[in-house]
């Protein structure tokens, strides 16, 4: 018996002294390593195998988390995870939660992801809370933030911190916070076509569909890293329009929940562009002709509300559905730019464009024309893409006819 208790106190002395061992190495080895001043327009990454892992740490330098490649999928998130753990600390933009305190009276927003309010004493910013536990999703979203800003600082907002803050209710949820933009969104500009912040001329109107076209061709090149950066839900909730002094509209993008960072080579390209041509498509709609569109009013809309897709004037829908689902005259195989164009393109001009539009031409007759090939090019392409075919979407022939547009409508002085 007392043999025994010789031997186990032995034992529980080489395994304390080997867990005091391990516990001092890890200590010498975080104490050792550099610690990196980050910017406000930067994140410090590590490369690991030819992949960009940006990595989070808490505020006691610890690596919390780290996360692969946008868009890879869990597998193998999970093992880069993993690889980027054993990677020596650097720091990272995780601020302090008292310093941007949500005012959960002020919510501006609610979406897929999470909740977006008024940050108490900055309206300049917003906050987002999110709904998952998943820290990914939190790097993810200010990731893409930071980069577009930097690249594009005129229609994209910044991120300017993540971290853990109390709910609504109390329990910790994670947050980031944004810059906000100014304006309001899409949605709203193109109902509330009296009101000075909206869409009054069909001249601004094709100056937003401009711009969306502009930004989304920006997205099909490469940064500097080899790196595109796709935004996938460019819903009108998530593009916000500004009118300038000089009655000029800008356009900027928020909301980066569904985004998507890859290489050019990835097989996920060629999807990604497929989307947002898809968009392109929802947005000349809803620009043009919101009037038409199956909406609910803000205040009575349950969350989540339909698809947006659900939402789009009845003949229109079938484009963004895949063939098998499409009344037989809608199919792919049977129908062409020409006849999209010639079953559209009056009828859309004289019936479906809001009717302050309709005026608003220099040459009418000529923007019927117009219209009609931009329709016929366009939602043919809306069809392919719903069938996830395997051409390139032709985004510089739709930005050509939009600009021919441009030239026929009215100036905005001519509208009032």
Known sequence: SRHLRVCMLIRCTFFLCIGLSRGFLETERMSSSPRVSVSPTSVQRLVVQDEVLPVLLTSRGRLAHGFAKIGSQPEE??????????????????VDANSFLPDYHQKIGTGAYGEVYAVKGSPDKVLKVFRSDDWHEVVKESLFAQQMKARDPAHFVDCFGIGVTSGP?????NFAVFERAEGITLETAATHLSSPQGLNCVSEALSVLEQLIT????????????????????????????????????????????????????A?????????????????????????FSLQAPGQRPWPGPSPWEQLPEGFRPFFQRSDFRP?????????????RAAMGDSFFS???????????????????????????????VALASDCDSRWPDFSSIHKHITKLQELAAAPHCCC
């Not at 209710?169 to 949820?173: D, I, L, N, Q, S």
């Not at 909730?237 to 890859?262: A, F, P, R, W």
């Not at 562009?273 to 000349?284: D, E, I, K, P, S």
């Open 77 to 94: 998130r999970s093992t880069k995870e993993s690889q980027v753990r054993d990677l020596p600390s650097s720091s990272a933009r995780e």
């Open 169 to 173: 209710g109390g329990a910790p949820k």
């Open 215 to 266: 930004l989304v061709m920006e997205m099909m090149k490469a940064d500097s890293h080899g790196n595109l950066h796709f935004h996938l839900d460019l819903k009108p909730e998530n593009i916000i329009i500004h009118k300038t002094q000089g009655s000029q509209v800008e356009v900027t993008l928020i909301d980066y929940g569904m985004v998507s960072t890859c290489k050019q080579e990835d």
């Open 268 to 292: 996920s390209v060629q999807g990604s562009a497929l989307q947002v041509f898809r968009w392109l498509g929802f947005n000349l709609l809803w620009t043009l002709a919101s009037e038409h």
């Open 328 to 340: 037989p005259a809608y199919q792919t195989s049977k129908i062409t730019p020409d006849l999209i």
């Open 351 to 381: 019936q479906l464009m809001s009717p302050r539009f309709r005026v608003q031409w220099t040459a009418p007759d000529e923007g019927k024309r117009q219209l009609g090939a931009f329709l016929g090019d366009l939602f043919y392409g």
